[in-house]
């Protein structure tokens, strides 16, 4: 199983109409259906938006650099992999599909402490279907992003 790096983005909106782009990760129904990734981990971050509940473009910067040292941690040995990004709404989340969550956390810590402290939140839950992953890949359509179809 090869790990690409090809996306999708979508507009959706939160539930106070606030809106929220969806980056989701494509070409990864491999890793999905090899049963591998039984656990599910998302990343919250919390911030003061603009008008449009979006982050400031040095908040976006700080935020990018946290999530490319999450992308190369957790995706080095393919632990967990990054499924889908949204940000919008006053909050950016990042989506994982895990092998063990343990080890995951295990390795965020690691990860995040070359940063100073993050105002993040996290959640786990056993997803063994990766239900909410294909369920985010239902938006793809809404994009209009059809150069990555073969």
Known sequence: MKLTDKW?????????????IVTGRDDIMDFVK???FKERAEIYWKYEGDGQGMPSEEL???????EEA???SMEKDKLAILTGVYTGGG??????I??????????LNEVLSSFDLL??????ENDPDC???LDMLEMRSWGGDDDDED
Do not use: H
């Not at 507009?11 to 929220?20: A, F, H, M, P, Y």
């Not at 895990?98 to 390795?107: A, S, Y």
């Not at 105002?119 to 786990?124: D, G, Q, S, V």
């Open 34 to 36: 090899s049963g591998k």
């Open 98 to 107: 895990c092998r063990t969550v343990r080890v995951f956390g295990e390795r």
């Open 60 to 66: 976006s910067e700080q935020m990018e650099q946290v």
């Open 119 to 124: 105002p993040i939140e996290i959640y786990t």
């Open 91 to 96: 909050q950016k989340t990042w989506v994982f």
């Open 70 to 72: 999450l992308r190369k």
């Open 8 to 20: 999708f983005s979508a507009i959706s909106e939160d539930e106070n109409g606030k809106l929220v």
């Open 131 to 133: 239900e909410e992953y």
